[in-house]
């Protein structure tokens, strides 16, 4: 069982790997043998269903016996299917070695629908493809509440529109109030009827979706809590970190892959990876930044590994290259000599400068020395 699990788990490209098998039935199988008895007892109990079937067709047909007697087929028919139900029933893991081996052969030859779970309990088809109508029809309400909302806001644009396009002035009423004796009515400036239950109902639908965003939202900042706080989480991320590292001075487009679950492992991955002939010590970012603790370390980055050298550029290695060229271009055009420089002062002749004595070291007569 350990190696079908196994298998499955490759074979499926599981993240977690597989630890429990189900059958069509929701029936949990923990060994191989209770996998080949329940495929044992199914095929012999499809095979007499569909006796039970033929029988049942051939009785409706021949319509040559009388009602007793039928009756009587029927009894005896149910009571054969109900004996040999039991009997079926009644295969077991030690009883296999008893049946026969042709037979045997022939029901394991066809493969055995399973189901894989990583610690999940069993859920039947048909309740996940009930999920998924459910999910579909949720999808099509809320497209067509949304193709509902803008249509009519762009029914109510085009009412504002024409309403503030046509200029209709309104209609002026005296009232009894000294703070506004005139009231204006109607015109342009006041929106119709139509328009205030467009609004209306469009305020309506956007509430309506703001709350079932809020009833999503919150589900999934629930499962989300339920994850974290969960001992057992569907992921552990591992710590082992995977960063992409080049040579002190060569380019970064050479690097290869290293990784660690601390500063010493990567460290020696460094080593071994980039083929070093002294052991890596230091890690620089590539702005030259010295990386010493591992937290400062993220996943996929891009290092700098040395043998303790100070950090060094591509163009501050390869500018140290042309001038070790040149060094040893001008010693063999021009001999050992050539590159003996010694380098001496020049003397300025209108600036005299005497030489240091020693005696400038020495305290005055005048002071104790204590």
Partial sequence: ???????????????????????????????????????????????????????????????????????????????????????????????????????????????????????????????????????????????????????????MRLLQGRRMGALKPGRMISTKSSIQPVVVEGGWTEPSQEEVKLMEDVQNMEVHLSEVQAIQSRKRSSFLKTIATNPRDLYNQPDVKRVLVHMNGTDPKQGVFAWGKNMEELLGSCTSRLNMRQPAQVLYAMDGAQLSTWDEIERDMLICVSSGEPFMSTKANRHKIEIRANYARVRKDKGPAATDIVVTPKGNPKVKVEAPSNLLALPAASEHIF
Wanted: charged share 30%.
């Fill in 1 to 155: 069982m350990p190696m079908l699990l196994s298998m499955c788990t490759s074979r499926l490209e599981l993240s977690r790997a597989a630890c429990r098998l189900y059958t069509v039935n929701g029936t949990p199988m923990q060994t191989a043998s209770d996998l080949i008895a329940w495929a044992v007892n199914d095929c012999l109990q499809e095979s007499s269903m569909e006796e039970q079937k033929d029988k049942e067709d051939t009785d409706l047909i021949t319509k040559e016996v009388d009602d007793v007697t039928t009756d009587s087929l029927e009894l005896s028919a149910n009571e054969k299917a109900a004996s040999r139900s039991q009997l079926l029933l009644r295969v077991t893991v030690e009883e296999l070695g008893s049946l026969d081996e042709t037979l045997l052969t022939l029901i394991l030859r066809n493969p055995i629908d399973v189901w894989v779970s990583s610690g999940e309990p069993f859920l039947p088809l048909h309740v996940l493809q009930q999920r998924e109508r459910q999910q579909k029809m949720n999808w099509k309400q809320k497209e067509k509440v949304l193709a509902d909302l803008v249509l009519k806001r762009h029914k």
